[in-house]
């Protein structure tokens, strides 16, 4: 068991557009000048909220200190939260300051709070997570001794990005999928299940679901494909109106579906909406996969590189951190996480890397 930790005794800086305020441990948050803030964070290390930031509105660029940013990436890969001290204030479940001055002192509750993760057995990225820092603490980050103090090493050897990678192997294609129609009918009531009951009716909705229906038939003449043109207005529920007869197919032909959108919102939204078609978390994640352009992925190839020395100082550090973002991060997408609103006590377990 580990001994009992206190809270972080370090002063905290806080700086905006409109000023500068340090709150020291046990006092209260006061005005600083530009000059006075830069020669503290000379000579003792401060709590701060996004360290480059920071630095540019202090007109010093070698700006350092702990930042809270870097503590949650590391605490919560994957996880969304809005960079500032409110966004982490509600993620942390800390009361929001009600000034930039009161600000200041908030930022040492945020990291208390969240470094109180550390010792929560249900935390969910817990995998990997003393691996990482004991080789962050090797680079010198600056939280990795006080992370170190309150996780516990884990009684076998962790998995980490790479040994959880699943091995891929040569395989036959997939067989052709069954020619099969789906009846008007049969969309209408997958519709219903996906929709719930005491759900708000919408025959608009309806048809559009039996009209997307008839795509699925077997085609007429060899390179003359199913089509429909299909316009709706916002709120008639567009999305599950053409999932529930795609559904009824990929189940019935054994074949698989293909959606494509155009902005990475919808194809979030689709994939929410994936809960209602598979409940089953690993069933839903081995039969529903998000693709994007080759542009939007990070190569893993590159981050093994970069993860085992290629870099130095800071950017050693930031691949450290990227690597615990892959382990955990669904579709390689920045806010593509499990959990959309970066709430720790979501209880998601890691997805594998794509």
Same mark, same amino acid.
């Given at each position: 068991?580990?001994?009992? +930790?206190? %809270?972080?005794?370090?002063? &905290?800086? /806080?700086?905006?557009?409109?000023g500068?305020?340090?709150?020291?441990?046990g006092? *209260?948050?006061?005005?600083?000048?530009?000059s006075?803030?830069?020669?503290?964070?000379?000579?003792?290390? /401060?709590? $701060?909220?996004?360290?480059?930031? +920071? =630095?540019?509105?202090?007109?010093?660029?070698?700006?350092s200190?702990?930042?809270?940013?870097?503590?949650f990436?590391?605490?919560?890969?994957?996880?969304?939260a +809005?960079?500032?001290?409110?966004g982490?204030?509600?993620?942390a479940?800390v009361? $929001?300051?009600?000034?930039?001055?009161? *600000?200041a002192?908030?930022?040492?509750?945020? %990291?208390?709070? $969240?470094? &109180?993760?550390?010792?929560?057995?249900?935390?969910?990225?817990?995998?990997?997570?003393?691996?990482?820092n004991?080789?962050l603490?090797?680079?010198?980050?600056?939280?990795?001794p006080?992370i @170190?103090?309150?996780?516990?090493?884990?009684?076998?050897?962790?998995?980490?990005?790479f040994?959880?990678l699943?091995? #891929?192997?040569?395989?036959?294609?997939?067989?052709?999928?069954?020619?099969?129609?789906?009846?008007?009918?049969?969309?209408?009531?997958?519709?219903?299940?996906?929709? !719930?009951?005491?759900?708000?009716?919408?025959?608009?909705?309806?048809d559009?679901?039996?009209?997307?229906?008839?795509?699925?038939?077997?085609?007429r003449?060899?390179?003359?494909?199913?089509m $429909?043109?299909?316009?709706a207005?916002?709120g008639i529920?567009?999305?599950? %109106?053409?999932? &529930?007869?795609?559904?009824? #197919?990929?189940?019935r032909?054994?074949?698989?579906?293909?959606?494509?959108?155009?902005?990475k919102?919808l194809?979030?939204?689709?994939?929410?909406e =994936?809960?209602?078609?598979?409940?089953d978390?690993?069933?839903?994640?081995?039969?529903?996969?998000?693709?994007?352009?080759?542009e939007?992925?990070?190569?893993?190839?590159?981050?093994?590189?970069?993860?085992? !020395?290629?870099?130095?100082?800071?950017?050693?550090?930031?691949?450290?951190? +990227? !690597?615990?973002w892959?382990?955990?991060?669904?579709? @390689?997408?920045?806010?593509?996480?499990?959990?959309? %609103?970066?709430?720790?006590a979501c209880?998601a377990g890691?997805?594998?890397?794509?």
């Amino acid at each position: 068991m580990l001994p009992a +930790v206190q %809270a972080l005794a370090l002063p &905290a800086l /806080h700086a905006t557009h409109s000023g500068i305020w340090i709150a020291l441990p046990g006092e *209260a948050p006061r005005e600083v000048s530009r000059s006075e803030a830069i020669g503290r964070l000379a000579e003792t290390p /401060h709590i $701060l909220l996004n360290a480059p930031l +920071v =630095g540019q509105r202090l007109g010093y660029p070698e700006t350092s200190g702990i930042d809270l940013l870097e503590l949650f990436a590391f605490l919560f890969p994957a996880r969304f939260a +809005v960079p500032t001290v409110a966004g982490l204030a509600r993620v942390a479940g800390v009361d $929001l300051p009600a000034s930039d001055a009161a *600000a200041a002192g908030t930022l040492a509750s945020i %990291a208390d709070a $969240l470094l &109180a993760t550390v010792a929560d057995g249900a935390w969910p990225e817990r995998e990997g997570a003393w691996t990482a820092n004991a080789t962050l603490y090797r680079l010198g980050w600056s939280w990795a001794p006080i992370i @170190g103090q309150r996780l516990a090493r884990p009684e076998k050897a962790e998995r980490f990005l790479f040994s959880r990678l699943p091995q #891929w192997e040569e395989a036959a294609e997939r067989p052709a999928p069954r020619a099969v129609s789906i009846p008007a009918n049969d969309a209408r009531s997958r519709l219903a299940e996906l929709t !719930g009951r005491g759900s708000e009716p919408r025959e608009g909705q309806r048809d559009m679901a039996a009209s997307v229906a008839e795509i699925f038939a077997p085609r007429r003449a060899t390179g003359a494909p199913n089509m $429909l043109l299909a316009e709706a207005g916002t709120g008639i529920g567009k999305t599950l %109106a053409y999932l &529930a007869p795609a559904s009824l #197919w990929a189940e019935r032909s054994g074949g698989t579906v293909w959606v494509s959108t155009f902005t990475k919102a919808l194809q979030r939204q689709l994939d929410a909406e =994936g809960k209602r078609l598979i409940a089953d978390d690993e069933e839903r994640r081995r039969r529903i996969v998000v693709r994007k352009g080759r542009e939007n992925y990070l190569c893993l190839l590159n981050l093994e590189d970069a993860m085992q !020395g290629a870099f130095a100082g800071r950017a050693a550090i930031l691949a450290q951190l +990227v !690597g615990r973002w892959a382990a955990y991060t669904k579709d @390689g997408d920045m806010v593509g996480g499990t959990c959309r %609103a970066g709430c720790p006590a979501c209880s998601a377990g890691p997805a594998r890397p794509r």
